[in-house]
């Protein structure tokens, strides 16, 4: 104990480090006192969505006071509801699981964060309580209820509530309207709009979805709103442009495109443009959840506790509006909150006024009693100052010699308690800061080190003796020399202080790393003495350094290299101006692995690949993973095609092996690109972009490929950059337009309709090249629906000029099945222009079955139970038509040019004839594109084709040319035999 107290008079020059390093591990310390629980927050919007601070407020207050540690997530698909941002979030939430704290309860808030619990749960949330809440979709809210881990609460908008609130103000309406969207919330929304219709049997219930609109549009839908209708406001967050709009400008639009009060049924809008209702207190939603955890860890286990049904509210209103439109105020529940109401400043304060009167009159009295005692007291206390003046000059003299007693007292005894605080000081922060304190005499090389050295180190040393000897027992020999140098440096005055990082020399399989640090004391004639310092065990920050610096350049997925790290080998390799190839390759139909399989299934079989990888890896190559499905390889000092060749021909029989994943068997395809170095290109970016194209070119080529780069291809590319430019000018800038070809039925020469084509308005382009690569770009749902409304327009503007109503048939594309609104939007243009949907006929193509047979099947049953007609285009060109045949709902097939070529070639051509009396004993319609002559014209007919298109009657017209010929009958013409 003797020889740890002198420690301290030698050490103060390191109390300051050391109660620095005292505070850091005290909060380390207090926390693990006791133990805390982590809460995980999912919303599935932003922090600033307008529900969502009361909803975390909610959640808070609950867990005030309570050992909890709240984490919290956003996903906002108010903004971005698409699969890739769901994919992002996961991803994210994903790599912050897999390396923090585990959570022992989830809360999720609204709708898509339930979802996304419900998807991921085995991935993410395993066994792990999770309470919900804020669920529209009240069946989603059941259903995840059932599960052993879920729990929580339903939103039911109180719109019943709502609904016979507003007929009390408005007894004369005959009609309720609701503004919904098609997202997640916005579905519940409508579900329970319907729902709560069911009592209103006397009123007409319609539904305002704006993902059927433009924002544009849906304002003039909103202005013919009239004085009968009882105006809901649900959800109106994207319209069908994809166009989401902030809440605020919401309240905006609504307000200067309605001449009706709006009630909401949620939180937000009043005060800013709407009447209000009752609402849903979304600080209770968040309370109730909170406590549900709180009951979890209390010991109630989840699947004891019931899904709520009952959502809390309050009635609550702007108060101009209610004037606006002069509503009677006796009508308004006593308990609503009003805003934007002025109250009388007389009437509002009169009861301060009053009792700020009757204080003042009392402190008057007060004061005047005061007033009068106090002069009293004056001269009682003068009498008494004069005897008390006489008494303290005595008692000043013995008082004096007292006090310097005590003084000197007092400062032994403070000198002594600082001096014993300081000692614990010194202990706490040696003991707790994983360090240990070190001397070193100058004069005689003794070095002496506190006790607490050998926890540190985890074995017995000797702590004084030699400096070599003490020091051989802590460090690693080949540091030793390293710290007798940097001690001799400051001996020497070379350095100011010793500061040194070192490894022990452990026999173990944990290297441990420390931190020597000291500086040296001087006696009375600056002569160096001695040197005290500290040891310190950084092994953990070492490690994290040395974790941070691998997964900065490592995928965490598959520990191969990423992308950057990738960069950086390439880059190396271009200085030192060696040659060698990039080899970029990704798996085929990866995305469909994804969807049908799950994430899971996916992220396994990357890692299968990678490790495949590794295994035929040698000193030439360099494997990287790119992000997603896509691998790169650099091979080092490769000049030629078939050295290359022998790596692919290994890559290829690496995938040849069937893959096993979850006792499921999967073989597995991939298309590659290849490119030189320096040859093709000298910039990384464009060595990289080279071997993207190239390997673009053999997805296009029918993938399970490899192709090499070569100069066409970025010419090619450059093409294909400028017709996307090209298109996208003419989706800003109007353009595109429309001709239109007739078709002719054989039997009576009429024009039965029109087939429109889409054309370039500025550019001479082939739809054949501009067409694919919309598709591909996605510029097609955008294109697609122009085309349906010009085309419904220009028939409902014929029809307007006081012509004939005919068939107008337009093309649909497979890639515009990603346009979920595509039929609402259609019909809502049929509706909008009053043309009738049986003269409105879709043109598909039979390669959309080939991504999804049910769901192109649902979807082609909608349009038929729409009333719309639906032709089977380019009959004849794929593998499985006939088969097609029997059980597409389809009403009209167009056989191909080439197909019609091909039979009528033959004097006799009854392969042609058995077809069209194969469609024909289906039901169908027949119709032969691309007729330009007047044989193959009689040999049709000859075997009952229905309809004729082509230069044979007409090439493709524009508008003004086309009503010209509008009305023509080519019965003549179609007589011949």
């Known amino acids: 104990m003797k020889r740890e107290r002198k420690f301290v008079c030698s050490l103060l020059g390191l109390f300051v480090l050391a109660v620095l390093l005292v505070s850091f591990r005290g909060s380390i310390v207090n926390g693990a006192e006791q133990p805390r629980k982590n809460v995980l927050f999912i919303s599935s919007y932003t922090q600033s969505f307008m529900t969502v601070p ?75 309580p999770i309470v919900f809440f804020g669920i529209n979709d009240k069946d989603r809210a059941k259903e995840a209820a059932k599960n052993p881990y879920m729990t929580g609460i339903v939103e039911e908008t109180s719109l019943d509530e709502n609904i016979q609130l507003a007929r009390k103000f408005n007894p004369t309406a005959t009609k309720v309207a609701a503004i ?99 609402l849903i207190s979304y600080e209770a939603f968040g309370q109730i959840a909170a406590g549900m955890v709180l009951d979890v860890f209390a010991g109630t286990p989840i699947d004891s506790i019931p899904l709520l049904e009952e959502t809390p509210y309050y009635y609550f209103f702007d108060n101009q509006i209610i004037k606006k439109y ?150 690693h020999p080949e540091y ?39 500086k040296g004391i001087h006696d009375k004639d600056n002569n160096l003495t001695k040197i005290y310092g500290i040891v310190l065990d950084t092994t953990s920050i070492i490690e994290k350094e040395e974790y941070i610096k691998h997964a900065a350049s490592h995928d965490y997925l598959t520990d191969l290299p990423n992308r950057l790290r990738f960069m950086e080998v390439l880059e190396e390799e271009l200085k030192k101006e060696s040659s060698g190839a990039v080899l970029l390759f990704d798996i085929d139909d990866f995305k469909s692995i994804n969807d049908t399989l799950g994430h899971v299934y996916g992220d396994e079989l990357l890692k299968q690949i990678a490790a495949r990888i590794r295994n035929i890896q040698d000193e030439k190559m360099y494997v990287a993973r790119m992000g997603g499905d896509e691998f790169l390889i650099l091979l080092k000092d490769v000049t030629d095609n078939q050295i290359v060749d022998l790596y692919i021909k290994r890559i290829k029989k690496m995938f040849s092996q069937v893959f096993m994943l979850g006792g499921r068997e999967d073989f597995i395809h991939f298309s ?3 490119t030189f170095y320096p040859m093709d290109s000298k910039n990384i970016s464009q060595i990289i972009m080279n071997a993207d194209t ?45 001709y239109y070809q007739p078709q ?67 093309n649909y594309s497979g890639k515009q099945m990603r346009d979920k609104g595509f039929i609402n939007y259609v019909k809502g243009l049929i509706q909008e222009y009053g043309m009738k949907p049986e003269y409105l006929e879709i043109e598909i193509t039979e390669g959309i079955f080939f991504e999804n047979n049910t769901q192109t099947l649902d979807f082609i049953k909608e349009l038929r139970n729409q009333g719309f007609k639906i032709a089977l285009d380019d009959f004849g060109t794929g593998y499985s038509s006939l088969y097609y045949l029997t059980y597409m709902p389809v009403d009209k097939i167009k056989l191909d040019k080439s197909i019609i070529d091909k039979f009528l070639e033959f004097e006799n051509n009854k392969v042609m004839e058995s077809l069209i009396l194969l469609a024909h004993s289906l039901n169908l319609k027949i119709t032969a594109e691309g007729i330009e002559e007047e044989n193959k014209l009689i040999k049709l007919k000859q075997n009952g084709c229905d309809y004729i298109q082509g230069y044979l009657f007409s090439k493709p017209l524009i508008h003004m040319d086309l009503e010209k010929i509008y009305n023509n009958n080519y019965k003549n013409y179609c007589a011949i035999n």
């Open 180 to 278: 919904v969207d098609d997202t997640l919330t916005g579905k519940g929304d409508q579900k329970q709009f319907e729902t709560a219709m069911q009592a209103f049997t006397d009123l007409d219930s319609i539904i305002l979805n704006v993902s059927n609109y433009s924002f544009e549009e849906f304002a003039k839908v909103l202005e013919k709103i009239d004085e009968n209708t009882i105006l809901l406001f649900l959800s109106m967050n994207q319209d069908n442009t994809n166009h989401y709009m902030e809440m605020q400008d919401q309240y905006l639009f609504i307000k200067n495109h309605t001449k009706v009060p709006v009630y909401r049924a949620s939180i937000g809008g009043v005060g800013e443009g709407l009447l209000g209702g009752r």
């Open 480 to 518: 030793k020399e390293q710290v007798f140098n940097e001690i001799q440096n400051c001996i020497m005055g070379k350095k100011d202080e010793v500061y040194i990082q070192v490894s022990d020399n452990a026999q173990d399989k944990r290297q441990r790393w420390f931190l020597i640090r000291g």
């Open 672 to 674: 590659m690109g290849v």
């Open 744 to 810: 002719i039925e054989v039997k009576t020469g009429e024009i039965i309709g029109f087939e429109a084509l889409l054309r370039l308005k500025n550019h001479n382009i082939s739809p054949d090249i501009f067409i694919p690569i919309a598709e591909e770009r996605g510029y097609i749902i955008e294109i697609g629906r122009w085309v349906a409304k010009e085309a419904i327009r220009q028939m409902a503007e014929w029809i307007k000029k006081g012509y004939p109503e005919k068939m107008i048939a337009i």
């Open 54 to 128: 009361d909803q975390i407020s909610g959640i808070k207050k609950e867990f005030k006071n309570q050992p909890i540690n709240l984490d919290m997530e956003f996903m906002d698909t108010k903004r971005f509801a698409s699969d890739q941002n769901i994919k992002n979030f996961y991803t994210n939430l994903s790599f912050k699981i897999k390396n923090t704290q585990k959570y022992d309860a989830v809360i999720v808030g609204d709708d898509a964060a339930l979802q996304f619990a419900i998807d991921y749960q085995e991935d993410l949330f395993s066994q792990i």
């Open 326 to 475: 002069k509503i009677d105020e006796a009508l308004i529940p006593k308990e609503a909150v009003l805003v934007n109401k002025r109250i009388n400043p007389l009437k509002e304060y009169m009861k301060y006024i009053v009792t700020v009167g009757v204080l003042i009159l009392f402190l008057g009295c007060v004061a005047i009693i005061l007033i009068i005692d106090n002069i009293k007291r004056r001269k009682i206390q003068r009498k008494l100052q004069e005897s008390n003046e006489e008494l303290s000059m005595i008692y000043e003299e013995l008082a004096a010699s007292e006090e310097e007693l005590k003084m000197q007292y007092g400062l032994v005894e403070q000198h002594a308690k600082e001096t014993d605080l300081l000692y614990q000081k010194y202990d706490i922060a040696i003991t707790s800061t994983d360090s240990a304190v070190w001397e070193l005499d100058v004069k005689t090389n003794e070095l002496e080190v506190s006790s607490n050295i050998q926890n540190i180190v985890n074995k017995a040393i000797p702590i004084r003796g030699d400096f070599n000897y003490v020091l051989g027992y802590v460090i």
């Open 694 to 738: 190239a390997m673009y070119k053999a997805k296009k080529s029918g993938k399970n490929s490899c192709i090499y780069y070569h100069e066409q291809m970025k010419e090619e590319l450059k093409s294909k950059k400028k017709v996307e430019a090209i298109l996208r000018e003419a989706m800003k800038n109007d353009g595109f337009c429309l």
